[in-house]
C-alpha cells in the first residue's frame, strides 16, 4: 500500500481543511487478495469495500467513527471473448439517494456512485461496504480476469465524479481524492474445470495408458516368440 495524499476541496461553497490519509479500495472485508475459483460460466458477487490502513491520529479521519456522505468507485477488469462479464452493479443500502451505477464489458468498466440523505446518523464502518458488483466467470477453463479500482475518468459509463465525501453538506466536509485507491490488481476470478469434467478426463487418460501399456505388452510377448 502507497501513502497518498487527499485534498480538502470547497464543497457547496463551505471552506474545509487540508486531510491525508491512508485509504484504498479493497475487495475482501480484511483487505486479501480476492481470488475465485469457480467452473466456467459461474456467477460470482465481488464486494467492494473502502478500507483505512493509516493511523486515524495521522490520516486526520477515522472511517470507524467518521460519517461518510457519498462515496462512488470505479473497477476496471479485463476484457476479452473468454473473460468474466459483469451481470450486475448494486449499491450498499447506505446509499439511497442520487445512485448511479453501470457497467461495460466492451471497456472492461463497472462503476457505482450515491448519497446518503438520512436524517439520523450516517454510515460509518472501517472497512465501509460500496457496493457489489456481480460477474459471470470466464467461458473457458484457465481463464484468470483481473479486476483493479481505478481514478474516474472521463469514460462516459457513469456522468459522475468519483468522490469518498466524510461528514455532511454544511458541515465543514471533507472530500477524500480519488488518487487514495490503489491500482494494483486486488481481485481475480479464475475458472477451472467442473470435478465431473475433470475425473472424466483422469479417467480417459488413465484408460488411454493401460491401453499403451497393454499394447506394448503384447508387441514384446511377440517378439519373444
Known sequence: MRRVATLAVILTGVLCADARAELVISFTADG???HAKVAPGSMVAVPVYIR?????????????????????????????????KVLAVDLHPYWNAFTQKGSSDALGIAAMYGFNLDTGPLPTGNPMPIGTVTFRAGSKPGVVTDIFSRDVTASGVVPYVEEIVIGVVGGNPVVLDGNVFDPNVY???????????????????????????RCRSRSQAVRQR
Open 32 to 34: 486479501s487478495l480476492f
Open 52 to 84: 483505512q490502513t493509516g493511523n486515524p491520529a495521522d490520516d486526520g479521519i477515522d472511517l470507524s467513527k467518521d460519517e461518510i456522505f457519498k462515496a462512488g468507485v470505479e473497477l476496471k477488469y479485463d476484457v476479452g471473448a473468454d473473460e468474466a
Open 187 to 213: 481481485a481475480k476470478i479464475e475458472t477451472i474445470p467442473e470435478p465431473s469434467t475433470l475425473c472424466l478426463t483422469l479417467l480417459g487418460v488413465s484408460l488411454a495408458s493401460i491401453y499403451i501399456v
